[in-house]
């Protein structure tokens, strides 16, 4: 069984006799736990009716290009952020040609021409429309620019003819869509991760704690699971779901989220710590709930264990790769951080009302001693990624 969890895939139809097909591979994309959003070309849409895409994707589907509605919805640039990857199935010998010359004359092109992620097509076409030197002039010149391209198939065609041209079958294309994740960068190594935030107890019911949602270190979670890594998730109180293949391992307090690190350290390569660690906790915990009497109440805390700081600081200790919320001078604070806690790398991100803290997209500034690196507004889930990979570059001496 394949998973897509949380991935957004972007379904691009053009104009073949095989988009009969797209419909199932929706179901298929779906079923393995995808968000998908369906783009027709004016081809595509003679073939099978945007309403069909529409009903099974659970989605609208996108057709228009220079369309005040759809661009005021969910526009041709808000589209290409939105996709972690983009297949083009069927990908038709005329859009193929369009995709090789960088037109951006409708809506699924010049998506495909303003995004930063995969991009993959699923070619089906008449056996000589395939062996035709300009298709396959069109196709090098994809390849070259590290467009995917998954079959075609070999056999009988819709035309009546015999021989490649052929539409991959669904559940194979949604198996190379989930195969873009797996990139097997870290399948060596075993990744020791803190996420979320934490509670320091003050008395039976309450706590002190702070806004973190957990979203990024979980994200960064499973883009090391499918990286190939090993991956063991310490994480302070959040209501996500653990991704697949992680062990998860549940603390509260900052005291508690320091005792599993050091209980596992020792048999990690790589150490993340995008959890937001309390820096203080009450001295004294209240045996009873505190009543309120008096007009003002004082709290006297005292210093947590600094994790990240006494990771670094092991003997052996792994890449260690710490975050910095900060509210203004991010690089210079960052770079202080970076040297004060004696780490490998640091991820920065500028904090503010509807950014890092709780929201689903960030940007980051990905800094090391000798390199600095931003990564541009995006969904967590495809930084996540990014700082993996950029992670792996790093500690296999691959320049970033
Ligand atoms: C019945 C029929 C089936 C077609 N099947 C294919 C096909 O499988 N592959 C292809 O490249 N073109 C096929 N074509 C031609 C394309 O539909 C035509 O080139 C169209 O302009 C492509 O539109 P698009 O650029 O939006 O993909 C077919 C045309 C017809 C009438």
């Not at 969910?74 to 037109?103: K, T, Y």
């Not at 300009?134 to 994809?142: D, G, M, P, S, V």
């Not at 549940?250 to 309390?278: E, K, L, Y």
């Not at 803290?357 to 969904?379: C, G, H, I, M, Y």
Request: proline share 4%.
């Amino acid at each position: 069984m394949i998973s897509l969890n949380n991935k957004r895939i972007l379904l691009g139809v053009s104009g073949s006799i095989a988009a009969y097909k797209s419909a199932e591979l929706v179901r298929r994309l779906k079923e393995a736990n995808a968000e998908v959003r369906v783009v027709l070309t004016k081809g595509g849409a003679e073939f099978v009716t945007p309403l069909t895409f529409q009903a099974l994707s659970g989605n609208p589907a996108h057709t228009n290009l220079l369309d005040t509605e759809t661009e005021a919805a969910m526009g041709h640039i808000e589209l290409a952020r939105w996709a972690d990857a983009i297949l083009i199935a069927p990908a038709s010998a005329n859009f193929i040609a369009r995709l090789a010359q960088g037109r951006a004359d409708d809506l699924l092109s010049a998506i495909c021409l303003a995004t930063s992620s995969t991009v993959a097509i699923a070619p089906a076409m008449n056996q000589q429309m395939w062996a035709n030197a300009a298709t396959q002039e069109n196709l090098q010149q994809l390849k070259q620019r590290d467009i995917l391209q998954f079959g075609p198939g070999d056999g009988n065609q819709a035309c009546g003819e015999t021989g490649p041209g052929r539409m991959l079958e669904a559940s194979q294309l949604a198996a190379h869509v989930a195969e873009i994740f797996e990139t097997g960068l870290l399948s060596e190594d075993t990744v020791l991760l803190i996420a979320g935030p934490t509670q320091e107890a003050i008395d039976p019911v309450r706590y002190l704690s702070n806004r973190s949602s957990g979203k990024m270190g979980y994200a960064i979670a499973q883009a090391a699971a499918e990286a190939g890594a090993k991956v063991i998730l310490i994480s302070g109180p959040t209501s996500l779901a653990t991704p697949p293949r992680v062990e998860r391992i549940n603390v509260r307090s900052a005291q508690q989220m320091f005792d599993a690190v050091m209980q596992h350290v020792a048999h990690s390569d790589i150490f993340i710590s995008a959890a937001a660690v309390a820096d203080y906790r009450p001295v004294r915990i209240a045996g009873q709930k505190i009543k309120k009497t008096e007009d003002t109440l004082t709290l006297e805390l005292q210093r947590n264990p600094d994790i990240l700081a006494e990771v670094a600081a092991l003997k052996n200790a792994p890449f260690t790769v710490g975050f910095a919320a900060e509210t203004e001078n991010l690089e210079q604070y960052a770079r202080e951080k970076l040297a004060r806690k004696g780490i490998d790398m640091i991820a920065a991100n500028l904090v503010g009302e509807d950014i890092a803290f709780e929201a689903d997209e960030n940007t980051l500034l990905v800094l090391t001693a000798e390199n600095k690196q931003p990564l541009a507004r995006a969904s967590k889930f495809i930084l996540g990624r990014q700082l993996i990979d950029i992670i792996a570059k790093q500690k296999y001496n691959v320049s970033i």
